[in-house]
């Protein structure tokens, strides 16, 4: 089965900046939509960011707008998350997502069938 592998995460200070990476284990025909969530400790997951296949359109949650920037890489199953600013309110296990039919930018897990196994993003104080 086609696993989403992500890569990047590590510990920061705040003010500070991460890349997390995304790539499929193995070719996945078609994503025209791609994303990152997150889940902090004791909270419920949440929508971070959203990429349409040809990276010309983007979605974010408010709570990252300005600070965090997803972008396609090459090949084009393979997406990138820039955090800059980082604020220890942004720590979380930081999971990437696939949807090999939504095309929607969508915010909702139930929109995506593929997902990683989750990097861990701490920001210190």
């Known amino acids: 089965q086609v696993k989403l592998v992500e890569s990047g995460g590590g510990l920061v200070q705040a003010g500070g900046s991460l890349r997390l990476s995304c790539t499929p284990s193995e070719a996945i025909f078609s994503t025209p939509t791609m994303g990152w969530f997150r889940q902090a400790p004791g909270k419920d997951h949440e929508f971070v960011a959203a990429?349409?296949?040809?990276?010309?359109?983007?979605n974010y949650a408010d709570s990252v707008k300005g600070r965090f920037t997803i972008s396609r890489g090459n090949p084009r199953n393979t997406i990138h998350l820039q955090m800059n600013s980082l604020k220890p309110g942004d720590t979380a296990v930081y999971y990437c997502?696939?949807?090999?039919?939504?095309?929607?930018?969508?915010?909702?897990?139930?929109?995506?069938?593929?997902w990683g196994q989750g990097t861990q993003v701490t920001v210190s104080s």
């Open positions: 990429i349409t296949w040809s990276g010309g359109s983007t």
């Open positions: 997502a696939a949807s090999t039919w939504a095309t929607n930018l969508s915010s909702q897990r139930h929109e995506y069938n593929y």
